[in-house]
């Protein structure tokens, strides 16, 4: 139990549905991370939240939207998905976002998600 | 080629057994993770260094920032150290993870 939990753990969906991913942590950090990883690939970064604000965007499609209401929690909105965004997705959060300040990532379970 | 290099890719061993796994970057780093992810996804922070080496248990890292090179060391292993390990470095505030290491150890 890392303090970085994600719903739900896995999802199916259609290209032509709207769904939305969830990441909360219970550690008091500030930064948070949505990473993507795909089969035989390094994990890639996808956004960075500092303080509710978004600090990166990892050249993402639009068809993904994140959204950080407060510094606990992050989500990830889904629309007119592709069946290559089949991935794993893992939320991460950190003290703040760099390592000069940050200091170590902690990543939830991640969301399995299919794209049918 | 990615900047971050793990060797090897598939690793089994039997129970017991000395386990090494390396790790080589190309980029300027100003700290190394090694991260372990189960199967279902998971991933837990073992180490994060940027000199030297640490000791966690039967875990131990170590970095040697002049040749960009980590090993991560896992001593008497056990079937429940079955997991894929990571390594990641900072690069300008961003961490760059390796393609990981997938580990299989047999009783």
């Known amino acids: 139990e890392t303090g970085v939990t994600q719903t739900p753990r896995h999802l199916v969906m259609g290209m032509t549905n709207k769904k939305s991913l969830k990441c909360e942590q219970h550690l008091g950090h500030n930064a948070m991370y949505w990473y993507k990883q795909s089969a035989k690939k390094p994990l890639e970064l996808m956004f960075v939240y500092n303080f509710k604000e978004q600090t990166e965007n990892n050249s993402v499609p639009s068809r993904f939207s994140p959204e950080c209401p407060n510094s606990s929690h992050l989500f990830l909105h889904l629309h007119t998905l592709q069946p290559e965004d089949s991935a794993l997705y893992l939320c991460a959060s950190s003290r703040a976002a760099g390592v000069g300040t940050g200091g170590s990532q902690y990543f939830g379970p991640g969301t399995r998600l299919l794209v049918l | 080629k990615n900047e971050v290099e793990q060797s090897p890719q598939n690793l089994t061993a039997q129970e017991g057994e000395f386990i090494t796994i390396n790790c080589s970057y190309s980029v300027g780093i100003s700290a190394l993770h090694w991260l372990q992810q189960h199967p279902g996804g998971g991933i837990v922070s073992l180490f994060m260094l940027s000199s030297g080496k640490k000791k966690h248990g039967r875990l131990i890292a170590t970095i040697n920032i002049q040749e960009k090179h980590s090993s991560l060391h896992i001593t008497a292993s056990h079937p429940r150290d079955s997991a894929v390990y990571i390594c990641?470095?900072?690069?300008?505030?961003?961490?760059?993870f390796g393609t990981g290491t997938r580990l299989q150890v047999f009783p």
């Open positions: 990641a470095v900072y690069n300008t505030d961003k961490l760059i």
